[in-house]
């Protein structure tokens, strides 16, 4: 069965476990994020799930953000990430956290890179990615916090080399 699919069906499945069918949601992909693996919609009712993620990552993470974003639906707004938002994760069956971790960080998920970096420009290293391109022009009198001898008026902004967009992660089929 295809992946999407076979997400979508356990989002649906879930929802009408938990009584979100008959309250009028509905479960969306999110075609345009690229940061957020899901999202509860309150005001138009919608429990969504980034596609792009969906797509590069296990069909058991998906649903565990099916599940978050099911808790969010549940407690109603206000709740954020509180005690009773965890009490709902842990009843529906999702890990009761506040944001996925990448795997970069020693997380689990597999995140899509931005397509500019902020580097060393004596060393190279990267140190931040960006799905936009900066405002800031001016990096001279610039450093990252607790690294500002490695970093004082080295920074510089750069495109990722490999943006092509016949192979980017920005063009998915479905």
């Known amino acids: 069965m295809n992946k999407l699919i076979e997400i979508q069906q356990f989002a649906m499945e879930q929802m009408e476990k938990w009584g979100l069918i008959e309250e009028n ?3 969306v992909w999110d075609n ?11 005001h138009k009712r919608e429990i969504g799930v980034t596609k792009k993620l969906a797509l590069i990552n296990t069909i058991e993470e998906s649903k565990d ?6 808790a969010h639906a549940l407690t109603g707004r206000g709740h954020g990430h509180d ?3 965890k009490r709902m994760c842990i009843k529906v069956g999702a890990r009761p956290e506040r944001c996925y971790k990448s795997k970069d960080r020693g997380g689990n998920v597999n995140t899509i890179k931005g397509k ?31 690294k500002k001898a490695e970093t004082l008026g080295k920074l510089k902004v750069v495109s990722v080399a490999n943006n092509n967009t016949d192979r980017s ?6």
């Open 83 to 85: 005690a009773v938002w």
């Open 65 to 70: 953000v099916v599940l978050h974003e099911i």
């Open 25 to 27: 949601w509905t479960f």
């Open 116 to 146: 500019y970096m902020l580097i060393n420009k004596d060393t190279g290293k990267v140190y931040r990615h960006y799905h936009r391109k900066p405002r800031h022009k001016n990096w001279d009198g610039v450093w990252l916090q607790g």
């Open 32 to 42: 345009k994020a690229v940061r957020r693996y899901g999202q509860c919609r309150y």
């Open 169 to 174: 992660p920005y063009k998915i089929q479905a």
